[in-house]
């Protein structure tokens, strides 16, 4: 499996054009071009790329095909369509590398301030009874750090330790394509998607055998209430692929499958090593979990993430203390790790009859979460409340946090269209970030129910890009060239090529006109051309008025059973290239 998707996307369109996806329009902003014509420089921070790079987007061929590739089922996909139809947004989002530091750096900051013993006994003091029984070791599976980033502002906004969605997201990113020549992409882990896949395994691994267990982990059980009908269903058969690949045995239940016997806990009459825990009844009270909370309070079973876990990190009361300077300094945390906190953790307070009139007065620049809440229910923007609202927090055991805008993702070309929301989600394992994702939505919170929103794979500058977008002179840069029906090459300027492909402008020039477009990326030295990259190459037409319209090829090319139908008919000739070529060099 290649490290990362894009740069295995770019390598296949250069070794088999054929199989290259149609054309979409191109983003010319990832890298800073300078052409002959003009030296005007693109940005190329995340923000301008989320602003207008829509040359990445979901294959749902791929898809498909991951899905069959990774469970032997391709209704699969039937399933994730009917079940989930928004679960993967259209497009990945873009941040920088200096974004995911400061994620991993508030990670870092909030283990160490748990792993104090003043914040353990506050923390499990307020909690029910079972959250003090030991785990015997085990840490606690996918904890999802929530985070929104707004231009220079980062804030976290929720921890979780249940965090759904990993699965879906090593799918997500075997499903990507480009079409864009210029981009440069990093995948969301520093191994890729298969590399997340052995984490997961590991940490499994890891929690069952820090609690004690010798002998190898051989039967795991999803637990969550009806799972067939839940609707990150999907997810947990891929779960159960990926245990099942490594040879150990699966089983998803509903909590009143499982039956406590003989000092065992069992579901089908079969002993349960390890219980990877998705319900949403944190502290096992629930009748229904009865059999699993004698197993897990008898340590006989390995229940993960488990009451602890979320008595100590994701009870919304957590992010209060997180954000109390005078209390943090009382348990003991030191004066740097309370800046850090102080800096990215949006200050946060309960509600209560006493401070009512002010946060309604403040209610705007704020966002009310309940205490026991999860998934985003209940949660409120402040300038979205009504009178009747507010009397039910004011008496319902809420937080207030000051709000942090999400991030903007614009995901069609249209300016007409507003952008959408997204919040980075960094899933992490003992302090560790394993993978970083995004979930692109509209309206007050994340909610899986917007056309074209859903998990979006998260792509990263790097150093190199990101120092070339703000001052250092440019490293890499793409040309583009229209080639006619009489083989006659012109170079497109690249500020005017942008500006066709955002629909800023038309040009009366190119009107009705229809041509194969070469976009070659290449290395700069002296702010000249040095040596091609890549090449890309595809059908372009301009409407009546000048409109840039991109196209699959001309009608009287297309060939409906053959693999040449994409993008064959748009290489160049031998001669074509060469004049390419000379004109690329020429400017230089």
Known sequence: MPTTTLTYALEKCLAEPKEVTPFEPVCLILEVPVTASSSRKCGTTAAALN?????????????????????????????????????????????????????NEVIQVIEQTVSSPGWREHALDSAPPIARHDPRGARGVFF??????????????????????????????????SCCSGVVGLSPGQEGPGGFERSILDM??????????????????????????????????????????????????DPADLAFHNESLLVDGKPVDLVYNRLTDFYLEGDNCSALRSAYLADVVTVTPHP?????????????????????EEIGVGQQIRAVLAQYVPLTVPVGHGNAEHLWQNRRSLFFKPVSGFG???????????????????????????LVAPGERRTVADPQVRPMKFDLRAYA??????????????????????????????????????????????SHASFT???????????????????????EMATSKLAGKRFRLADWYVAMEDGHPSKVIREWYGWVAFDADGAYHPEIGPPENRQPNSDDKVNSTALPTREEHDRIEALLFKSG
């Not at 929103?453 to 001052?471: D, M, N, Y």
């Open 308 to 328: 602890q876990a979320y008595a100590l990190y994701a009870d919304k009361r957590r992010l209060v203390d997180l954000t109390n300077g005078r209390f943090l």
């Open 204 to 253: 499994f691994a890891q929690e069952w055998s820090t609690s004690g267990e010798p002998r190898p982990l051989t039967r795991v059980v999803i637990l969550d209430e009806s799972p067939q009908a839940q609707y990150l269903y999907p997810e947990f058969l891929l779960f159960q692929r990926l245990f099942e690949s490594a040879g150990i045995d699966c089983l998803i239940a």
């Open 51 to 103: 602003e207008a790079c829509f040359c990445v987007s979901l294959d749902q061929v791929a898809l498909t095909n991951a899905l069959s590739e990774q469970l032997g089922n391709p209704e699969l996909s039937e399933l994730l369509k009917s079940r989930c139809p928004h679960v993967f947004a259209a497009r990945p989002v873009f941040v920088s590398s200096l974004r995911l530091r400061q994620v």
């Open 429 to 474: 394992y003992a302090g560790e970030v394993q993978w970083n994702a995004a979930r692109v939505y509209q309206g007050q919170t994340t909610n899986f129910r917007t056309e074209g929103g859903g998990f979006a794979p998260v792509f990263t500058l790097g150093e190199e890009e990101e120092r070339a977008g703000s001052t250092e002179q440019p």
């Open 376 to 402: 985003s229910r209940g949660a409120y923007r402040g300038d979205k409340l009504t009178k009747r609202v507010w009397e039910e927090i004011v008496g319902g055991n809420y937080v207030a946090q000051s």
């Open 481 to 503: 060239f229209l080639l006619d029906e009489t083989s006659a090459v012109e170079e497109l300027p690249h500020p005017l090529y942008l500006a066709l492909v955002r629909a």
């Open 144 to 177: 999802g750090y929530d985070f929104h980033l707004d231009d220079d502002k980062l804030g976290l906004i929720e921890i979780n330790t249940n965090a759904g969605g990993a699965m879906l997201n090593v799918l997500l990113a075997r499903a990507q394509r």
